[in-house]
């Protein structure tokens, strides 16, 4: 089952540039969104949470709804080779997760 | 956020032996909680639904005999691989949730089986 779908990259960005990814999603009913980062061997952690239709910062992190437009994106700003790792959203109860979008922040 | 606490981390065990991988959530009550497994620079893949107090479902393909879950408690779930097989090693991961708060994921086990 998916109902939210990202674009699979890779993506890479020099350090110091907005690393931008984006999810849509199907369901016209979902109400909330996540964001998860998983680093290499490691378990994904949440980042972001987002509820309502508009911009959600934390940090250098926006997270960007568009229900009319049912996408969901994660914005990473002044990106860090930290910030190096598989992204991947969900939404409501969904708990099946794509391969996400892998990003590589180049020093 | 809250903490979700998985154990081991590794573990390596004999090809015919057991092993149990415990997920605990340290801060709040999960009523559901997951169990996954990963492949190297594979997505997760959910292996079944674990309920406190009921059998846990299991996601199409997984047999559920051989991957037994026990959720006895509203803070623990536990997995067990029985008759483990070299094509059980994985990265197994569990996550916990609550309403509109997303999951948060425990520390995943490695498991290889020798």
């Known amino acids: 089952q998916k109902e939210v779908e990202q674009n699979s990259g890779p993506l890479s960005v020099p350090e110091g540039a907005i690393a931008s990814l984006n999810c849509t999603y199907s369901?016209?009913?979902?109400?909330?969104f996540f964001w998860y980062r998983q680093y290499s061997g490691k378990s994904p952690e949440l980042i972001m949470s987002?509820?309502?239709?508009g911009d959600q910062e934390d940090g250098r992190f926006t997270a960007q709804l568009n229900k009319a437009s049912q996408y969901v994106s994660l914005l990473i700003r002044d990106s860090q080779p930290s910030d190096s790792a598989t992204y991947l959203c969900?939404?409501?109860?969904?708990?099946?997760f794509g391969t996400g979008t892998s990003l590589t922040v180049i020093p | 956020g809250a903490v979700v606490s998985q154990h081991p981390s590794w573990v390596i065990c004999k090809s015919g032996t057991s092993v149990k991988i415990e997920c605990r959530s340290l801060?709040?009550?999960?009523?559901?909680m997951f169990w996954y497994r990963q492949f190297p620079k594979q997505s997760l893949m959910l292996m079944a639904t674990?309920?406190?107090?009921?059998?846990?479902?299991?996601e199409q393909g997984v047999e559920k005999d051989k991957f037994l879950i026990n959720h006895a408690s509203l803070t623990l779930s536990t997995l067990t691989v029985t008759s483990a097989h070299p094509e059980d090693s994985s990265f197994y991961i569990c996550?916990?949730?609550?309403?509109?708060?997303?999951?948060?994921f425990g520390q995943g086990t490695r498991l290889t089986v020798v």
């Open positions: 996550s916990a949730t609550g309403t509109r708060v997303g999951a948060f």
């Open positions: 369901d016209r009913g979902s109400q909330s």
């Open positions: 987002i509820y309502s239709n």
């Open positions: 969900a939404a409501d109860n969904q708990f099946y």
């Open positions: 801060d709040f009550q999960a009523t559901t």
């Open positions: 674990s309920n406190e107090g009921s059998k846990a479902t299991y």
